[in-house]
């Protein structure tokens, strides 16, 4: 059975957490959409990372906000306690475009990201500076 459109609206409200962490630079914002032992995984280029998601949050401070980024937010797929999520991201930090999906649980009645897997688009690769 199809998810009600009202648990759609909760989980892309949840990934819009994280995405305006983005959007303005400030990893608190974006903390609200993660479980506290959610894990980071992903490549840019040939380099592979993995670690604890505090290492996206330090990465969100570190870069800050652009005027130029912009991103959406496309919710996959949905179950009653687990949904994948699609965040598009063009010109973070001004220069890197970049696909991440999201695994999202229903904990405590919340939606909260427990994995995160990025992949840097490959034409914004050399574009860095």
Same mark, same amino acid.
């Given at each position: 059975m199809r998810a009600s459109l009202k648990e759609y609206q909760a989980v892309e409200a949840a990934a819009l957490k994280r995405l305006k962490g983005v959007t303005e630079g400030e990893s608190a914002i $974006?903390?609200? $959409?993660?479980? &506290? &032992? $959610?894990?980071?995984y992903g490549c840019s280029g040939s380099q592979f990372a993995c670690g604890p998601i505090q290492n996206f949050f330090h990465d969100v401070d570190r870069v800050g906000s652009?005027?130029?980024f912009i991103g959406r937010v496309d919710v996959i797929a949905l179950e009653e306690t687990v949904a994948?999520?699609?965040v598009l991201e063009e010109?973070?930090?001004g220069n890197a475009d970049f696909t991440?999906?999201?695994l999202m649980m229903k904990l405590t009645g919340e939606w909260r990201c427990v994995v995160q897997v990025y992949n840097q688009?490959?034409?914004t690769l050399t574009n860095q500076s």
């Open positions: $974006a903390r609200d $959409a993660f479980s &506290e &032992e $959610a894990m980071v652009h005027p130029d994948v999520v699609r010109n973070w930090g991440d999906y999201l688009n490959s034409n």
